[in-house]
Nanobody
Framework: QLQLVESGGGLVQPGGSLRLSCAAS????????IGWFRQAPGKEREGVSC????????YYTDSVQGRFTISRDHAKTTVYLQINSLHSEVTAVYYC????????????????WGQGTQVTVSS
């Protein structure tokens, strides 16, 4: 059974850092692209970052360039999203999602989703 489980969210002060994890099981991890999406209150879900199979390509939406870093550990079948210089606009529920091979920006191309992890930036 394909499963994605996010963790690492929480309440963080502005300027701080977080590392989100997406633990994957039930599918061929090495052949999959993993995307991170987020949904802030009152807003549509948006793509944040994606890493293709075998870490060949990394993608970031413009608003997070330079502050977010995506990586994957094939031995642990886990994808990470390092978030630095947190500010209030980062507050959202963060989801990871899976699709075959390469990254696509739209969430409609991702077939499996985790339950999400809440990130709240507040002083």
């Amino acid at each position: 059974q394909l499963q994605l489980v996010e963790s690492g969210g929480g309440l963080v002060q502005p300027g701080g850092s977080l590392r989100l994890s997406c633990a994957a099981s039930g599918f061929t991890f090495d052949d999959s692209a993993i995307g991170w999406f987020r949904q802030a209150p009152g807003k549509e879900r948006e793509g944040v970052s994606c890493i293709s199979r075998l870490s060949g390509q990394h993608y970031y939406t413009d608003s997070v360039q330079g502050r977010f870093t995506i990586s994957r550990d094939h031995a642990k079948t886990t994808v990470y999203l390092q978030i630095n210089s947190l500010h209030s606009e980062v507050t959202a529920v963060y989801y990871c999602a899976q699709r075959p091979s390469f990254c696509l920006s739209s969430d409609r191309y991702y077939s499996a989703w985790g339950q999400g992890t809440q990130v709240t930036v507040s002083s």
